[in-house]
Nanobody
Framework: QVQVVESGGGLVQAGGSLRLSCVAP????????MGWFRQAPGKERVFVAA????????YFGDSVKGRFTISRDNVKNTMYLQMDGLKPEDTAVYYC??????????????????WGQGTQVTVSS
């Protein structure tokens, strides 16, 4: 069983930055993708960004392109989401997820098998 644990959420003013971290201590090997989704109150969970662990290929949702960066640290087995230029509409619970590489559509929740509990990001105007 792969555990997924997020950290790094908080309250920030518009235009500010936050960095989220996600560790999957039970994950072995590199045949995985890891991603970030977010869910605002009353709305569906939507794709934010993802990375294929082995190749390092990255994917971004249209609303965060140019503002968010996703990266991984192979030694620490940790994925990061650097969020710059934050806007009030970025306010949501952010979830980290993991799944097998090239299994399903990386932009959809169904492609991921393991989920974290979520971390709150609040951007004030």
């Amino acid at each position: 069983q792969v555990q997924v644990v997020e950290s790094g959420g908080g309250l920030v003013q518009a235009g500010g930055s936050l960095r989220l971290s996600c560790v999957a201590p039970g994950r072995t090997g590199s045949n995985y993708k890891m991603g970030w989704f977010r869910q605002a109150p009353g709305k569906e969970r939507v794709f934010v960004a993802a990375i294929e662990w082995s190749a390092g290929t990255t994917y971004f949702g249209d609303s965060v392109k140019g503002r968010f960066t996703i990266s991984r640290d192979n030694v620490k087995n940790t994925m990061y989401l650097q969020m710059d230029g934050l806007k009030p509409e970025d306010t949501a619970v952010y979830y980290c997820a993991a799944g097998l590489s090239y299994s399903g559509n990386i932009y959809y929740t169904a492609a991921y098998d393991y989920w974290g509990q979520g971390t709150q990001v609040t951007v004030s105007s």
